[in-house]
């Protein structure tokens, strides 16, 4: 006969399974999640920290074999990314993110304001770089902050 | 300046340039569908200056220019490599009055503007 109580349970296992998560992320000193997509396991987050999750802007990378395969430059909130610019093979996607996927926008207003968040990232991190001495990383991400604020007419 | 749409996508541009794209874009939907269907836009009018420039205004200001996104994602200005899908768009608005931002000082191919022929034709219409 078909067991009830252990059906019935299914929700409560789920549960449980999401705050595991959720307690596995949050012993992490940096938790965040990634575009969709993206391996997590390659990628890096340079930003503001806040209860244990990546929170504010700042830049995730993903790396590759021997260079970075894409770039997110943009806002985070607790751990997720909210808005900014994906750069990845020659290419953009610029806007708000929901679930680690881009939402759609007709709205030229939108994608400017997501390259100018964008820019600041990636002046941030630059700033972050150059204080701690390291002058290679901070004309880098200068260089794509100033890519950023041109990316838009 | 009004809002349409444009088949899976909504502009807000001058009147008479939306309805130039409208007719550009039956034919890319013939000729071009691979193109047709990925096809999205990062708007047409936004008041603002040129990037860089302290006085030479957009023609993105005059909603008589528009840049394209291909399967969502915007070409990267001034990396002198282009989108194919924009290439195969290209002509097809070249034929139609457009000029194509990829043969402009510094590479600019998700941005297409009317032509002055096309806005002197527009200005003894309005």
């Known amino acids: 006969m078909f067991n009830t109580s252990k059906f019935m349970n299914l929700p409560r296992l ?33 930003g503001a920290c806040e209860a244990g999750f990546a929170n504010g802007l700042g830049v995730i990378k993903e790396q590759g074999d021997k260079n970075v395969n894409r770039f997110f430059f943009g806002r985070l909130k607790n751990g997720a990314i909210e808005f900014g610019v994906v750069e990845e ?28 968040e964008g820019e600041k990232a990636a002046q941030q991190v630059a700033s972050r770089f150059s204080n701690a001495g390291n002058k290679a990383s901070a004309r880098f991400y200068k260089g794509k902050a100033k890519a950023l604020r041109e990316a838009m007419d | 300046m009004v809002t349409q749409s444009l088949g899976s996508f909504n502009v807000t541009g001058f009147r008479l340039a939306i309805e130039s794209l409208r007719v550009a874009f039956t034919q890319v939907q013939r000729e071009q569908p691979a193109v047709y269907s990925a096809l999205g836009t990062a708007g047409m009018l936004c008041c603002r200056l ?27 200005y001034g990396d002198n490599q282009v989108m194919i899908g924009l290439t195969l768009l290209a002509p097809i608005m070249n034929r139609h009055g457009w000029y194509w931002g990829a043969a402009f000082r510094k590479e600019d191919a998700m941005h297409f503007e009317a ?5 002197s034709r527009w200005a003894s219409q309005i």
């Open chain 1, 14 to 46: 789920g549960l449980l399974i999401c705050v595991m998560t959720v307690q596995a992320l949050a012993n992490d000193p940096c938790a965040f999640t990634v575009p969709e997509g993206w391996n997590q396991a390659r990628t890096q987050w340079d």
């Open chain 1, 89 to 116: 093979l020659g290419s953009y996607m610029a806007g708000r993110f929901a679930m680690g996927r881009l939402v759609q926008s007709d709205d030229r207003q939108v994608y400017i304001d997501a390259f100018a």
């Open chain 2, 115 to 119: 032509s002055r022929l096309l806005i």
């Open chain 2, 50 to 76: 040129q990037r860089g420039s302290k006085t030479a205004i957009s023609n993105h200001s005059w909603g008589t220019a528009i840049d394209f996104t291909l399967n969502g994602r915007l070409d990267t």
